[in-house]
């Protein structure tokens, strides 16, 4: 089955600075893949996702880039802020099939 | 949109007793609801995915009559712990699928004491 993998597991960045986490899979057949934002004692939000048939996404201060390929993804975010710090979960699913979770990030970042 | 709540949001029983939590999609409709667990620190354990008007499908090693779900509407599980002990205490997050992406809910911390 799909297995994921995530790095770093922690990540402390000066405020300003850029922050990127990155996730490799297993299965070929996954095509769509989702990044979510976990804060302390919430549930994830969803904040950014890309499929298969596209390289890159942005959104704002938020980037996914795509590796089909080397089989990786990776989580851009550029100017972080205090509130950006979070643990942060890749995710992969081939269709019809669950969600693979990495095993999250925890990002902090300073003031 | 794609809102997912959950009831309630802390629980306190005790030993023996049973829970329900329940989860509902708010502004769109969810023919598949999944029920998680998540240790401290930990990431996401699937327990079961929730098909509306049909039986839940559990992963290995979740005990469905311990941890029994119903998904009798488009809108609406529930996920029941009974018999609950200490060892289920834990934060239980579901979420609800729309299109390919899942929505999750705000999490349900129980503590069984």
């Known amino acids: 089955g799909e297995n994921v993998e995530q790095h770093p597991s922690t990540l402390s960045v000066q405020e300003g600075d850029s922050a990127v986490i990155k996730c490799t899979y297993s299965d070929s057949a996954s095509n769509y893949f989702p990044w979510y934002k976990q804060e302390l004692g919430k549930g994830p939000q969803l904040i950014i996702d890309?499929?298969?048939?596209?390289g890159e996404k942005k959104d704002q201060r938020i980037a996914v880039t795509l590796n089909k390929t080397a089989k990786h993804f990776s989580l851009h975010i550029t100017e972080t802020q205090p509130e950006d710090s979070a643990v942060y979960f890749c995710a992969s699913r081939a269709g019809g099939q669950n969600f693979v979770f990495g095993p999250g990030t925890r990002l902090s970042v300073l003031p | 949109g794609a809102v997912v709540s959950q009831h309630p949001s802390r629980v306190i029983c005790k030993s023996g007793t049973s829970v329900k939590i329940e989860c509902r999609s708010l502004?769109?409709?969810?023919?598949?609801m999944f029920w998680y667990r998540q240790f401290p620190k930990k990431s996401l354990m699937l327990m079961a995915t929730s098909n509306e008007g049909s039986k839940a499908t559990y992963e290995q090693g979740v005990e469905k009559d311990k941890f029994l779900i119903n998904h009798a509407s488009l809108t609406l599980s529930t996920l029941t712990v009974t018999s609950a002990h200490p060892e289920d205490s834990s934060f239980y997050i579901c979420?609800?699928?729309?299109?390919?992406?899942?929505?999750f809910g705000p999490g349900t911390r129980l503590l069984v004491l």
């Open positions: 890309i499929r298969s048939n596209v």
């Open positions: 502004d769109f409709q969810a023919t598949t």
């Open positions: 979420s609800a699928g729309a299109s390919e992406t899942q929505y």
